[in-house]
């Protein structure tokens, strides 16, 4: 099967921009997770979604959303960016939720 | 903020040695995960051990879980040069048991 997949795999934006980065998941996965990842505060859960329903949602503020489609497709958008967003964002798919998949994540990089 | 701490930050091992990174978290959990990450790319799964599992092994990997001490340890025996990579303990909590919390990871190197 093939992997988790991400795009962009790199973005460049500046401050108070918005972006929608994309989540392939492994064929047959239902549940899709997204992840931050920064040197500061290490990998921190953004939410879950699972058969098109959020699921579980981390400690960010609303400028963070996403979504899932009936193909368990995700996107995830953060609106009016800030310096602090930049991060590897990582999604990772799982079947039930458990044992999770990660795709190679989007590197962002916010001026 | 990170559920668990993981220790030593960094651990610097020759070819064919043993490599141990401990990691303690501070709620009652569903289940503990290692997943390993190259280069600040995606993690890779290692292994899953459920709260009601005390050690785990699978292939060079060896994992325990200290439920009463809330602390795992992992055992990477006869290490090789492409096992360097950053370590992370992951715990689930809540019913779904798919909202993961990392440590803050263990940087591994293995020197050839």
């Known amino acids: 099967k093939a992997g988790v997949t991400q795009t962009p795999r790199y973005l460049i934006k500046t401050r108070g921009q918005q972006v929608t980065l994309s989540c392939s998941p492994i064929?047959?996965?239902?549940?899709v997770s997204w992840y931050q990842q920064t040197p500061g505060q290490g990998l921190q859960f953004l939410f879950e979604?699972?058969?098109?329903?959020?699921?579980n949602k981390g400690n960010f503020p609303g400028r963070f959303s996403g979504r899932q489609f009936s193909n368990s497709r995700s996107e995830m958008n953060v609106s009016t960016l800030e310096l602090g967003d930049s991060a590897l964002y990582l999604c990772?798919?799982?079947?039930?939720?458990?044992?999770?998949?990660f795709g190679p994540g989007t590197r962002l990089t916010v001026l | 903020s990170q559920q668990g701490e993981e220790d030593p930050q960094a651990l610097s091992i020759q070819e064919g040695e043993n490599a141990t990174m401990n990691c303690s978290y501070k709620?009652?959990?569903?289940?503990l995960q290692w997943y390993r990450q190259n280069s600040g790319r995606g993690l890779v799964h290692l292994i899953l051990i459920r709260s009601n599992e005390r050690e785990k092994h699978s292939g060079r990997l060896r994992v325990t879980l200290d439920t009463s001490k809330k602390s795992s340890s992992l055992l990477i025996t006869a290490s090789r040069a492409a096992d360097t990579a950053s370590y992370f303990c992951?715990?689930?909590?809540?019913?779904?048991?798919?909202?993961?919390?990392f440590g803050e990871g263990t940087q591994l190197t293995v020197n050839p």
């Open positions: 064929s047959g996965h239902r549940s």
């Open positions: 979604y699972f058969s098109e329903t959020q699921r």
């Open positions: 990772a798919s799982s079947p039930l939720g458990i044992e999770q998949f």
């Open positions: 709620t009652s959990i569903n289940n």
């Open positions: 992951a715990t689930a909590v809540g019913a779904s048991g798919s909202r993961l919390t």
